[in-house]
């Protein structure tokens, strides 16, 4: 499988310290940046309520 990476367009540095996100076949694909060895796997549905859990603050108590 040909994996294409895509980084935020927020993100400010050509290298490192960003989040990427590749699709699969029914998967969604997440690594870091600067640690591009460790990838998690997802499907769509979980990633929509993670966001949808940032965007509405629900993590911001850990901050």
Known sequence: MDIRWQKSSFS???EGNCLELAAGDA???MREGDAPEGVIVTTPEPLRALLAGVKAGEFDALL
């Open 12 to 14: 400010e540095q050509p």
């Open 27 to 29: 998967v969604v694909l």
